[in-house]
């Protein structure tokens, strides 16, 4: 069946670091990618998305590229904010699926 | 404002009740899903409705039960069988199950904690 990784957390950087959250996923053939983002005490937001290969999804700062060949959509963003701080969510949809696959989610705080 | 309701946000349930969490949507969406959300498992599917008095069972379905008697309303039953209930459960719609892979946008309510005493 499909099934997404995450790094696992929690994960700590100071203001102005450079972020890197790792996603792989296992799926036949081409899904569509996805980054959620739940800040503290909400439901969950769409960030960015990817509905092919080499695709770049990009929002807020963030981006993800669809690497096919690694199986991979890795979270990043240049220089994080205190306001950054959340959970980060990477998940995939399928052919003929009606619903999303969600990774365990990746806890994020940046520090000022 | 359009969006999704969830209530209530918090809830104390005592071992052998069944307790009801209220999920309405006024976006116009076709589909509903329930989703349980614990540390460090990420989320994971209860149930979901593509259309008015139709739904189907997700991963972990066991000891829920849902109905869907209208399109804005999706209310998710926790039975006495959930033998670990205690978990914060969110409440998603989207535009209809077979553009979510275009779009892949769920909208997610606030969410609702419940608590077994």
């Known amino acids: 069946g499909n099934s997404v990784t995450q790094m696992e957390g929690p994960v700590t950087l100071s203001e102005e670091a450079f972020l890197t959250i790792n996603c792989t996923y296992t799926?036949?053939?081409?899904?569509?990618l996805f980054w959620y983002v739940q800040y503290p005490g909400e439901g969950l937001q769409l960030l960015l998305k990817a509905t092919k290969a080499d695709d770049k999804g990009s929002n807020k700062g963030f981006e993800a590229t669809y690497r096919k060949e690694t199986t991979s959509f890795h979270l990043e963003k240049g220089s994080v904010q205190v306001s950054d701080s959340a959970v980060y969510f990477c998940?995939?949809?399928?052919?003929?699926?009606?619903?999303?696959?969600f990774g365990s989610g990746t806890q994020l705080t940046v520090l000022p | 404002d359009g969006g999704i309701t969830q209530s209530p946000k918090y809830l104390f349930r005592k071992e052998g009740q069944n307790v009801t969490l209220s999920c309405e949507q006024n976006l116009n969406h076709d589909a509903m899903y329930w989703y349980r959300q614990d540390p460090g498992q990420g989320l994971r599917l209860i149930y979901y409705s593509q259309i008015v008095n139709d739904f189907q069972k997700g991963d972990i379905a066991e000891g829920y039960s849902v109905s869907r008697e209208k399109k804005e309303s999706f209310p998710l039953t926790v039975t006495s069988a959930q033998k670990n209930p205690t978990a914060f459960y969110l409440c998603?719609?989207?535009?209809?199950?077979?553009?979510?892979?275009?779009?892949?946008?769920?909208?997610f309510g606030e969410g609702s904690r419940l608590t077994v005493l």
């Open positions: 998603a719609s989207s535009t209809r199950g077979t553009a979510l892979a275009n779009t892949g946008e769920l909208f």
């Open positions: 799926a036949t053939g081409y899904p569509s």
């Open positions: 998940a995939l949809i399928h052919g003929s699926a009606r619903q999303l696959t």
